[in-house]
């Protein structure tokens, strides 16, 4: 699959895995591909993130994943699915940091490793995303997968990534319209949801 990706995508997946290293993390995330994305100058993901303001709210973004990561990477709606059962994840949230520490749900660094390994995996949902890119790329007629169609993926992708980019208005139509124009919107929308 990444034979079919252009010099753009492939510089979003190295700078992800740049993020993850920095972060500390063992594994690159959807969340390291959107940080990635945010990186981007002159391409359509930075004309859509400018048209849809994202580009001026990167640090709302961040706190909102930020958020996410401190809920053990719950995402709103399972949040709220959670509360339909009883179950206060915000309540149990605070407990745990009395007793372990704010951010003690957040994914740690495996303890005991002291070399990082050269190569960071993919964790599945970046992996889900990386496929789904192909999958939108081939449902416009594209012959290369570039950062939009991963944008395009991330934006497709139920969880934390889609939801916060939802909550900054960056819904896949709206990513699609102001990547691709009006005319465009709607083979895309279909191979999203294969």
Do not use: N, Q
């Not at 190295?14 to 995330?29: K, L, N, Q, Y």
């Not at 591909?33 to 859509?48: H, K, M, P």
């Not at 070399?115 to 789904?132: C, I």
């Amino acid at each position: 699959m990444f034979e079919r990706f252009t010099e753009d995508a492939r510089d979003v997946v190295t700078e992800a895995i740049g993020h993850a290293c920095r972060t500390g993390a063992d594994t690159v995330t959807e969340e390291h591909l959107l940080l990635a994305l945010f990186e981007r100058r002159g391409t359509r993901v930075s004309f859509a993130f400018a048209a849809l303001g994202l580009a001026d709210r990167r640090a709302s973004v961040e706190d909102a994943l930020r958020e996410a990561r401190r809920r053990g990477g719950l995402s709103k709606a399972e949040t709220e699915a959670l509360a339909g059962l009883g179950i206060d994840v915000a309540e149990i949230v605070v407990r745990v940091e009395e007793a372990h520490g704010e951010g003690a749900l957040r994914v740690a660094v495996k303890p005991g490793r002291t070399r990082r390994p050269r190569r960071r995996p993919f964790a599945p949902g970046a992996k889900a995303a990386l496929a789904r890119s192909l999958r939108i790329a081939l449902g416009r007629g594209d012959r290369a997968i570039g950062d939009a169609h991963l944008l395009l993926a991330l934006t497709a992708r139920p969880g934390v990534v889609s939801e916060v980019l939802a909550d900054h208005g960056a819904t896949y139509t709206a990513v699609e319209r102001a990547m691709f124009g009006a005319a465009d919107t709607g083979e895309g929308t279909a191979a999203a949801s294969g």
